[in-house]
């Protein structure tokens, strides 16, 4: 004979609106995408594209930095939204990617219009201090084979929560 309490709580459970695993990690606001596994926060957007409350989407064109550019980058972030914008870790940026989306190979609802290209991270390759890594949002992958003087696509993050966040 079933257990009539064990029939009751696999009904209930089987009545909760399913979350998927992007729902449960991100919580979006506006341009900045809340990673409450990882602790950070990211830009929504690719640098050079805006965010568009009204369409929900990001738009324009990313721009392609090296990283003497992103450091300019970096400061034009912090004036405007705040202090503690960075290049993500590779593990952070790794985290990103969806082996079931795309390409581009990350959650198109929370980061719309990702180019599926690298991007780059802020850590040197560790067999080859010159290089330093990128993820690539086409295939998935990380690559450690890029100089600083290249110019590859950039997505900031900060740690949260941040005491400057707006």
């Known amino acids: 004979m079933r257990n009539p309490f064990i029939q009751l709580a696999a009904a209930m459970i089987a009545s909760l609106p399913m979350v998927s695993m992007a729902q449960a990690q991100y919580y979006t606001r506006g341009h900045f995408v809340q990673d409450l596994r990882l602790g950070v926060e990211w830009m929504r957007c690719t640098a050079g594209q805006r965010w568009s409350e009204a369409e929900?989407?990001?738009?324009?064109?990313?721009?392609?930095?090296?990283?003497?550019?992103?450091?300019?980058?970096?400061?034009?972030?912090?004036?405007?939204?705040?202090?503690?914008?960075?290049?993500?870790?590779?593990?952070?940026?790794?985290?990103?990617?969806?082996?079931?989306?795309?390409?581009?190979?990350?959650?198109?609802?929370?980061?719309?219009?990702?180019?599926?290209?690298?991007?780059?991270?802020?850590?040197?390759?560790?067999?080859?201090?010159?290089?330093?890594?990128?993820?690539?949002?086409?295939?998935?992958?990380?690559?450690g084979r890029f100089f600083a003087e290249q110019r590859m696509m950039v997505r900031l993050v900060r740690d949260y929560p941040s005491s400057s966040a707006p």
């Open 56 to 143: 929900k989407t990001c738009q324009g064109d990313g721009v392609r930095l090296n990283h003497a550019e992103i450091a300019t980058a970096i400061e034009q972030a912090n004036a405007q939204l705040g202090a503690g914008w960075r290049l993500p870790s590779r593990d952070e940026l790794d985290a990103l990617v969806c082996t079931t989306c795309g390409p581009p190979r990350i959650d198109n609802e929370v980061f719309p219009n990702t180019m599926a290209e690298p991007y780059w991270t802020g850590d040197r390759n560790f067999w080859s201090s010159n290089n330093y890594w990128t993820v690539s949002f086409m295939t998935g992958d990380h690559y």
